[in-house]
């Protein structure tokens, strides 16, 4: 599963309403389709750019992801890298190109898992749930670091904005957002 982070949680909210308000869907284009809607919400890139990048080389999201090879220099390998460090791993590209992560897929009820990976609202569906558990990992997260901060007594003007221990302060440094 993926590293929840506020960072992809927007990225898939905004997916979510770009799929909902009526973007172009079409499961056989590598810019339109699951996999490519989040790519750009996360890397700012057009559709075009991105189908440009995966015909270089051959197969869906879910082969690129197991073709991956992050010093290829193939562009969709750069993309892929972008992903990675969103937070998504590569069975998370997998299962969203195919809507069938067991994890996501646990929480529907049973008449809803049977998803088809070129259906806009189950694309809309796996996303919401999906991001649900991220959202809930996230603030799970979140709970453990401020006990952390309150077990160890670090006092909030030793923290920075960001969320870290200050320069100043002899503690080992955390930060706020978990990984």
Known sequence: MARANQRLIDAIDRTIER???????????????????????LTKKSRKEIHAAAL???GDWGQQSIDYCPTSGLPLDSIISEMLE???????????ERLNDPKVLARLPLEDRWMK????????????????LLKEEFARKQEQFIDTIISKDIQPDKLSEDGSLSSDTTAKKK???PA
Not at 19 to 38: F, K, S, T, V
Not at 117 to 132: C, F, G, K, P, S
């Open 117 to 132: 990976r070129n259906n806009r609202e189950h694309l809309v569906r796996y996303l919401t749930t999906w991001n649900a």
């Open 175 to 177: 930060t706020f957002e």
């Open 56 to 58: 270089l080389r051959a």
């Open 86 to 96: 969103a937070g998504l791993s590569l069975d998370d590209i997998h299962y969203l």
């Open 19 to 41: 799929i909902q308000e009526g973007a172009e869907y079409q499961w056989g284009h590598m810019g339109m389709c699951n996999c490519g809607h989040l790519v750009q919400a």
